[in-house]
């Protein structure tokens, strides 16, 4: 492999672990208080557990896209969230943060993978290819950390050990 393939590479999946300019998801989940994961902020539909649900949901649909000829993408958009309604136990959480964090994993790896071509069209779906997937997922995640991050700061939820981020 190629140097400059070898760097885009490890760009790439540093891109999607977050980090240098964009907090990571380990970052703006730990340390969640528990008791605030359903949570509303006024004026906002969805509170902690949504959107790391609908983060989970909306980068397994975009791994299996890749690596399932046969997936079903859910309905848009309902689909990529649960209902506004819907409420999380500690279970569910942990469910949602470590689901996320596996998949991402698995993106990751594939990015390193020198074995993986980054940019033939995916058999299955010809107009699109695993880096312009790849790039999705990244600028999807640190879209919505960056949400989750000022979600946590009108909940007053950040750890007092972060003067910057509580005032």
């Given at each position: 492999?190629?140097?400059s393939e ?27 208080p528990l ?133």
């Amino acid at each position: 492999m190629k140097e400059s393939e070898r760097d885009l590479r490890h760009e790439l999946a540093v891109n999607l672990d977050g980090g240098n300019a964009h907090m990571t998801f380990d970052e703006v989940v730990g340390n969640f208080p528990l008791e605030l994961i359903n949570t509303k902020a006024p004026q906002v539909p969805y509170g902690p557990w949504h959107f790391i649900e609908h983060m989970r949901i909306a980068q397994w649909d975009i791994l299996q896209f890749i690596i399932n000829p046969g997936h079903v993408s859910p309905d848009y958009p309902y689909g990529y969230r649960p209902g506004v309604h819907k409420t999380a136990d500690e279970k569910s959480w942990k469910h949602s943060i470590n689901s996320f964090k596996k998949d991402l994993r698995t993106l990751s790896e594939m990015a390193l993978d020198d074995s993986v071509d980054l940019f033939s069209p995916i058999p299955h779906a010809p107009r699109y290819t695993i880096f312009k997937e790849l790039l999705t997922v990244s600028a999807h995640n640190s879209y919505h950390i960056g949400e989750f991050a000022m979600l946590r700061q009108v909940l007053n939820a950040w750890p007092e050990d972060r003067p910057y981020l509580t005032g």
